[in-house]
């Protein structure tokens, strides 16, 4: 619903425009100035304010500058007698979206408003389609079996309205896999909201889920909703969810047979409808016999388990991901990223205990460091280089010698932008026998 506070010292207009916008569905707050403005906006959150400048206490300039700080996202209009355009420009200056020259013809002022709530109501589509987008353009990527059985569940399982946990290593796209689900359900233009159980401290916890009434603790200086509300509609995802403290887990429980629960300090009961999709890389069985976890809880979580497989497990997809996470990427080249064959040799042999997350941070270092748009085995981390280099050469120093001639060959060639004449300079030996060595080790 839309809220609007109006902030008026003249009773007899106050209550005139009131009574206008309460005419429309929308929920309307007045004050007789801006301090008791500046109160109403601790509280409660407004998609327009309607103030005049002259006011007693706090005039509409200083709480146009609050409303600035307190809520950015909220429109303001200002309302001025004609001798003060020059005040009402100063406010558009500072932030305020509109104003009217006092008196006005009370349509205008409705029209006015209406031309904002829209705009915001566009700002909000554009916003969502721009994170649906993201969404996309970071997908699951992999066509190996063990990720074909991944997207076999979530494309049964999405377009329902049931609990999905989804388990895995660290990084093996657990999240991803959430935003898949939430994309392919019939909530997808609803919000999808996610709470990392493990980053808030358990003291805050059940307040950023249930949200708070104002004065529920010491620091409530306003009311708050929790992560359920705005999620109301759409996908809740739980990530790590085996670090949720005990007393959390049987709120939980309730609002995943009930859809209801109260805000902290709060009695009266709120009712949502929401999509609870949870992550983990524990083990829930075994926290629930070590006495961590409710087992009613994970019965409950568990209707459609997803099992994401560590990379070690689809190693076939290690190329798409590596172009995949390249594309990420500017090439400050003419062309893309690409990854030579030989680096994915390297990779192919890497047990990955980071999973793709791993191999994303790999590929982002390696399209810092390296020389030109093609990653080779010199632009990953030692270590895995010399797996490679042992693997294929054991100890011989010669063939241990060419390896690290070729890779001294192509930096040089990147370095000089291809130019085989300023190469040969840089490594002091002549044009031909640059040429001789390039042909050699098969370097273009
Ligand atoms: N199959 C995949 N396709 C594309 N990207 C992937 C895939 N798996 C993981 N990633 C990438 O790896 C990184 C980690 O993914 P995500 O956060 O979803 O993992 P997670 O399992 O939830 O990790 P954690 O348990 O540590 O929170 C992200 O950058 C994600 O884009």
Redesign the pocket.
């Known amino acids: 619903m839309v809220r609007i506070l109006l902030a008026e010292d003249d009773e007899i207009m106050r209550i005139s425009v009131y009574d206008r916008l309460k005419q429309f569905d929308w929920d309307v707050d007045q004050v007789e100035n801006g301090l008791d403005g500046v109160k109403m906006l601790e509280k409660n959150d407004y998609h327009l304010v309607i103030s005049d400048i002259r006011m007693p206490g706090m005039d509409g300039i200083q709480l146009l500058e609050k409303i600035k700080t307190l809520s950015p996202e909220t429109d303001i209009i200002i309302m001025t007698a004609y001798g003060s355009v020059n005040d009402a420009l100063d406010c558009l200056r500072q932030g305020a979206s509109d104003y009217i020259l006092k008196p006005f013809d009370m349509d205008d002022l409705i029209i006015r408003c209406n031309r904002l709530l829209d705009f915001q109501r566009v700002k909000n589509q554009v916003a969502t389609l721009e994170e649906n987008c993201r969404i996309v353009d ?5 066509k190996a079996p063990a ?1 074909q059985q991944v997207y076999s569940i979530i494309s049964q399982a999405a377009p329902t309205n049931t609990t999905i946990l989804i388990t ?1 290593e ?8 959430a935003r898949a689900i939430h994309k392919a359900s019939l909530r997808r233009d609803k919000p999808f909201v996610s709470i990392n159980c493990a980053a808030i401290p358990e003291g805050l916890m059940e307040s950023e889920m249930f949200g708070h009434e104002r004065g529920a603790f010491t620091g409530a200086d306003r009311k708050r909703k929790g992560k359920f509300e705005l999620a109301d509609n759409g996908t809740l995802l739980l ?2 969810l085996g670090d949720l403290p005990g007393p959390l887990q049987a709120k939980l429980l309730r609002v995943l047979q009930e859809g209801a629960f109260e805000r902290v300090g709060g009695s009266s009961t709120i009712n949502v409808n929401v999509r609870v999709l949870a ?1 983990t ?1 524990k083990d829930l069985q075994k926290e629930v016999d070590e006495g961590r976890f409710r087992q009613d809880l994970l019965f409950r979580l568990k209707v459609i388990p997803i099992v ?1 497989p560590p990379l070690r497990e689809h190693r076939e ?1 290690i190329p798409e ?1 590596c172009n ?1 996470f390249l594309k990420e990427f500017n090439s400050p080249y003419n062309t893309p990223f690409s990854i030579s064959q030989e680096a994915l040799s390297c990779l192919e042999t890497y047990s990955f205990p980071g ?3 791993e191999l ?1 941070n790999l590929m982002e270092r390696a399209s810092v460091l390296c020389s030109g748009p093609v990653i080779y085995p010199e632009d990953l981390p030692t270590e895995l280089c010399a797996i490679e280099s042992c693997k294929e050469t054991g100890f011989n120093l010669a063939e241990n010698m060419a390896i690290a001639e070729k890779v001294c060959l192509r930096k040089a060639l990147n370095h000089c932008g291809g130019n085989k004449t300023k190469t040969s300079e840089l490594l002091g030996i002549s044009r031909k026998n640059l040429w001789e060595k390039l042909k050699n080790y098969d370097i273009d």
């Open positions: 970071r997908g699951l990527v992999g990720m895995g660290s990084g093996t796209g657990k999240e991803l896999a990530d790590e992550c890389s994401m997809d991901l995949h999973n793709a997350r994303h």
